[in-house]
């Protein structure tokens, strides 16, 4: 058994970015479940905890390099998925305009969000 | 190595009953993925109109989804997803770095095990109190 199917281009820099991305997110994201989920119940968050845990720098940048993390996998998987499906031309440029605006509108009110839980703004 | 193939037949999916464990790996890889990216847009909507001046807003907010039945159900799927998402994705690299290349239907296999033992050991944790 050798085959191998991968929607990603392998010697492209998309390829390499969505591994290293990839790479980060295993810890995070784990890391994320298991504090909101098995740590603290899910059901017993409250604002307190929150501010509490955003009001370290720590965590307050490791949630945030998580969300630019998670964002970029993210949006880098849909859209290479839809130019593996043969999207070309003016409607790739579009799409991938598209994306990357959704993306940077993410991380921004992400970070807002982050700064408002910390209660900085 | 990737071997070529024509894509345009082999990833019909009307052949479904033909695919062969790869290829599962790269639906169910696709499906937990664009699920995850869905969830995130949702999670950062949801908190930030949770969080507001005033805190009880948001422990309404979050508590007032935690007691249905519903959210608590969705929530153990989410797990599940990002759990083969997580364990298929390391297989993925750990392909492209060459190492498992011969066992690929077998940890492919191992992921989806794995995936089902953990959402199912979850379960008393994510419904603990939704009744
Ligand atoms: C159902 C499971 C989940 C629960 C209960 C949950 C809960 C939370 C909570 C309460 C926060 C606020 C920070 C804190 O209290 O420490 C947060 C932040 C965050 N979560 Fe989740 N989360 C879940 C799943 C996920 C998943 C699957 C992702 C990734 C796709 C994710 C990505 C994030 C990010 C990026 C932040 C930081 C937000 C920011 O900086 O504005 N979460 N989550
Ligand atoms: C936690 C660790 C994670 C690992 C190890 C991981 C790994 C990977 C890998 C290796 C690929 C490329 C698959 C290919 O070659 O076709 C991929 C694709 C993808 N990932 Fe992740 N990922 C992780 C987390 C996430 C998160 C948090 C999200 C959502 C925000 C996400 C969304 C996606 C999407 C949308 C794709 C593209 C799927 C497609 O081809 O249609 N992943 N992931």
Redesign the pocket.
Known sequence: MAEHYSSFDRSGRRWLLQRLTAVFLIGT?AF??F???FVNH?AE?EFA??QA??SEVG?FSL??L??VA??FH?VNGVYNALVNMGLEGTRKRVVGGVLAFSGVLLIA??????FA?AGVI | MSETYNRGTVEDVGRWTEFSAGMWAWIFHKFTGWV??G??FT??AV?STATASDPTVYNQT?SGLESLLVVRIL?VG??AV?VFHILNGIRLLLVDLGIGLQAQDKSFYASLILTGAIAVASVPTFLAGAF
């Open positions: 994201l994320h479940f504090l909101l989920h899910a968050i905890g929150t845990r955003m965590y949630m945030v998580f969300l998670a964002t993210g009110q992400g970070i807002r969000v982050a839980m | 995850l990216v969830y995130l999670h950062i908190l979050l929530e989410l797990l990002a």
